[in-house]
């Protein structure tokens, strides 16, 4: 049954890309339920690789759709995807409702309709990662992409001043709209299918769902593994899974997995283990939702999702030695899966869609800003 509001305002919604279906694509599934018949924009998208989540819905992609780029190949595209979603323009309706952590909030809005963005994360790469992002670059490439990310902060800060009203996934991604942005933005928690899992009997092998990227950290979660001398499964592909799988043959690196697989695999886990700083982290949510405790770096949206101490532990972030104790101790945890599940509960789809529908609507109430800068 859908939640969608019973208002007639027109509404048009938009996303960085539908490419998988991974924490953010969840949640703008959440929010393309809320709005049954609103048409959706995005740079790219699969069908296939998105589960057939959005069949059947009206999709605009932006002309980069014709290079066949799928999952494994869309990074190379970033430098190109600020002047894509221009051309992604929606008809006019009442209100552009984006899903975005980087490109969607800087999409053409029709004039006199609300833009509300629903922010993941602002560009990481742009503000906060672009060290690393030079770091894992070539010697040669680095000046020039030291300007381009240069450009990009300005492209995003421009692009910021189009949104009216931003809603934040989590505390530190409040924080940093603040910072980069200069604007408020009220919290609404990311939908967690909770329904989709359930307790099961734990083995002993403890589990890693992320994708593969360095900024992910797994590399600390399989060292922690090492030192404790236990057993590790690892769910999900990226640029790091051959280093990794070399780096640590003990592991089991299980790649991808389905919906139900994964939630198998959650019940079966002795613990799952978050080693990232994440903004929300739908990962932690849907350990406790499957009665299984949690090992989290002690950094953003983990302090919002886990109790420590009760639903699983938090551990200072890159703190090996300190990952490899909790991983010694979880099993001596007061744990109940009980408790689990009901912390996980708060973060549901319908308690995410009705507090959206809030936030839009006060938005509607309020209008437009009364200046949109010009993107650059």
């Not at 789809?349 to 010009?374: I, T, Y």
Request: proline content about 7%; some cysteine; glycine content about 6%.
């Amino acid at each position: 049954m859908s939640d969608a509001p019973s208002s007639p305002e027109r509404v048009a919604i938009a996303h960085d890309y539908l490419l998988v279906m991974r924490g953010a694509e969840r949640t703008f599934a959440a929010i393309a339920q809320l709005y049954e018949r609103a048409p959706i924009y995005t740079l790219l998208y699969d069908e296939a690789g998105t589960a057939g989540r959005f069949a059947g819905r009206s999709i605009t992609t932006s002309p980069l759709q014709r290079l066949g780029v799928g999952q494994n190949g869309f990074r190379r595209l970033l430098p190109l995807y600020p002047f894509a979603v221009r051309r992604l323009a929606p008809e006019p309706c009442d209100a552009v409702v984006s899903s975005s952590s980087a490109f969607a909030h800087g999409l053409t809005v029709p004039a006199g309709a609300v833009h509300v963005c629903y922010c993941h994360a602002p560009f990481r790469y742009a503000w906060y990662e672009q060290e690393r992002a030079l770091a894992e670059t070539p010697a040669p490439l680095r000046a020039p992409l030291r300007a381009q990310l240069a450009w990009m902060r300005r492209w995003d800060r421009a692009a910021s001043e189009r949104v009216d009203h931003y809603v934040a996934n989590s505390q530190l991604t409040r924080e940093r709209i603040r910072r980069f942005y200069g604007r408020d933005a009220p919290i609404v928690h990311p939908p967690v299918e909770t329904e989709r899992f359930a307790p099961g009997t734990p083995g002993d092998s403890l589990l890693v769902v992320s994708e593969l990227v360095h900024h992910k950290r797994v590399h600390v979660a399989l060292e922690a593994a090492r030192r404790a001398h236990a057993a590790i499964r690892i769910v999900g592909r990226g640029p790091e899974h051959d280093a990794l799988r070399a780096a640590y043959p003990e592991a089991e690196f299980l790649g991808r997995a389905d919906d139900s697989e994964i939630a198998s695999l959650y019940a079966q886990a002795r613990a799952v283990i978050v080693p990232s700083r994440e903004e929300f982290g739908i990962t932690a949510v849907e350990a406790q939702a499957a009665g299984r405790p949690v090992i989290a770096a002690a950094e953003g949206g983990a302090l919002e999702t886990v109790i420590d101490g009760e639903t699983g532990t938090h551990v200072p972030l890159d703190d090996v030695d300190a990952f490899a104790r909790a991983i010694a101790e979880i099993d001596e945890l007061h744990f109940d899966p009980a408790r689990a599940v009901a912390n996980a509960a708060r973060f549901s789809v319908a308690s995410f869609r009705g507090r959206l529908a809030e936030q839009v609507a006060a938005a509607l109430a309020a209008g437009p800003r009364s200046v949109r800068a010009r993107i650059g």
